[in-house]
């Protein structure tokens, strides 16, 4: 894959041969489905509005066929990795935050619920570590 078949669509990177390809196989899959099913419907039904609903629910129906296809067909590109944030990075991160909106406070002080999400969000040992630095700078 070179540079020049990539796009940037909607904020994302995309191959763009892959994405014609899965618009081709959007409209190949979903409009022969909506326009059978709405030849079909109309024959069937003596109610022109419910056979054309029908229709639209069957050309969804081939929208979602082609979106599956399309993911099996086209893999994703990218190569997630995680790293773990270095403790200065997130002390800074702390710092920038209370520059903005002011003091974080103590942790411990939250209702137990939050400190639940806090502990689980694996922030509750950086807050805290926060509130005693900033604790023993105003003690200073």
């Known amino acids: 894959?070179?540079?020049?078949?990539?796009?940037?669509?909607?904020?994302?990177?995309?191959?763009?041969?892959?994405?014609?390809?899965?618009?081709?196989?959007?409209?190949g899959i979903a409009t022969p489905l909506y326009l059978g099913a709405d030849y079909f419907f109309s024959r069937v039904s003596p109610d022109a509005s419910l056979a054309s609903s029908y229709a639209l629910l069957a050309g969804l129906a081939g929208c979602l066929v082609a979106g599956f296809a399309g993911a099996l067909l086209f893999k994703p590109k990218r190569v997630v990795t995680e790293q773990a944030a270095a403790s200065e990075g997130r002390a800074e991160?702390?710092?920038?935050?209370?520059?903005?909106?002011?003091?974080?406070?103590?942790?411990?002080?939250?209702?137990?619920?939050?400190?639940?999400?806090?502990?689980?969000?694996?922030?509750?040992?950086?807050?805290?570590a926060q509130h005693e630095r900033r604790h023993q700078e105003a003690a200073r």
């Open 93 to 128: 991160t702390m710092d920038a935050i209370e520059a903005e909106y002011g003091p974080l406070g103590d942790p411990a002080e939250l209702p137990e619920a939050v400190q639940e999400e806090v502990r689980a969000l694996g922030l509750y040992d950086d807050l805290r």
């Open 1 to 27: 894959m070179t540079m020049s078949n990539l796009l940037e669509i909607w904020g994302d990177t995309v191959d763009a041969r892959h994405t014609i390809g899965a618009v081709a196989l959007g409209v």
